[in-house]
């Protein structure tokens, strides 16, 4: 194995290790609503009770998306490890940094939607509606 495979690898799993870390920090530290860590979503900022749920449900969702980025990422290097051509390694750093991006994306996203399902607008817990049936 040469010393670049080595280097990329390192770099492959640096984004999902700072991912992984973060939502291990949300989980023992919380952020204050004025704290500028954590998930600062529009919808988070709405009250205390969105803020606090936006870091749980962002703080899982780093820890797995960061676990998921990095068995993926050991996976395809271990697929190209016997391959030794230079435009191997450019395809591979593209596809590196493109998929972490797209994490770090689908992250935000997914805790919005999160929010949105629990929440209304006004950061009140939505009620479902229960009808009862006639006899």
Not at 67 to 88: E, P, Q, R, Y
Not at 102 to 127: E, P, R, W, Y
Request: proline share 2%; with cysteine; glycine share 6%.
């Amino acid at each position: 194995m040469s010393w670049i495979w080595v280097v990329m690898l390192i770099i492959e799993i640096l984004m999902p290790g700072v991912m992984i870390y973060t939502g291990i920090m949300l989980r023992i530290k919380k952020p204050s609503k004025g704290d500028p860590l954590g998930y600062r979503g529009a919808s988070a900022r709405v009250n205390r009770q969105t803020w606090d749920y936006a870091q749980k449900v962002y703080s899982i969702i780093s820890i797995i998306l960061g676990a998921m980025c990095i068995i993926a990422s050991i996976i395809v290097m271990i697929i190209f490890l016997k391959k030794d051509n230079n435009g191997i390694y450019t395809v591979t750093a593209i596809v590196a940094v493109a998929s972490e991006g797209l994490l770090l994306a689908l992250s935000s996203l997914l805790t919005s939607m999160f929010i949105s399902i629990k929440f209304d607008n006004d950061g009140h817990i939505k009620v479902k509606n229960k009808k009862k049936k006639s006899a």
